[in-house]
């Protein structure tokens, strides 16, 4: 197109012709053209965004509503800070449920010769792992 002249010619007068409807002369009054002139449409899906925060929130709010603890399950029998335990009759700690009967909490595990506080007894596991204070 661009190597015909008769052709060019045209492609040129098109472009002064474009270049003359965006630009206001001095003796007319310029009118924007609608298609350059109107803002863009937004296209980020707001409505679906908004509905899918609603429906989270309500999951959220009946699992908050439905949720029941489930029930602690057995020990298991590692002596740890926390431990609630019960005394055996040679005096040996042995880890149970905290939510049952229990003779004390472990305080502290000790290091081959320390000592417990006078507030707390020291006791052995009963699987011979060690040596703990126990709070009654």
Known sequence: ???DPVLRREYDRSLAAAAS???PSDDREWVPDPVFEQPPESTFPWRFL???AIVGIGFVVIGVFTYQPSKPGPP???LTVGSCVVLEENGDATEVNCDGDHDGVVDSLLVEG???PPDLEKHRDSQGLGEF???F
Do not use: S
């Open 133 to 135: 204070c126990i709070r």
């Open 114 to 116: 320390q000592v417990c």
């Open 50 to 52: 908004i509905a899918l």
């Open 1 to 3: 197109m661009l190597g």
């Open 21 to 23: 409807q965006t630009r």
């Open 76 to 78: 298991d029998n590692v």
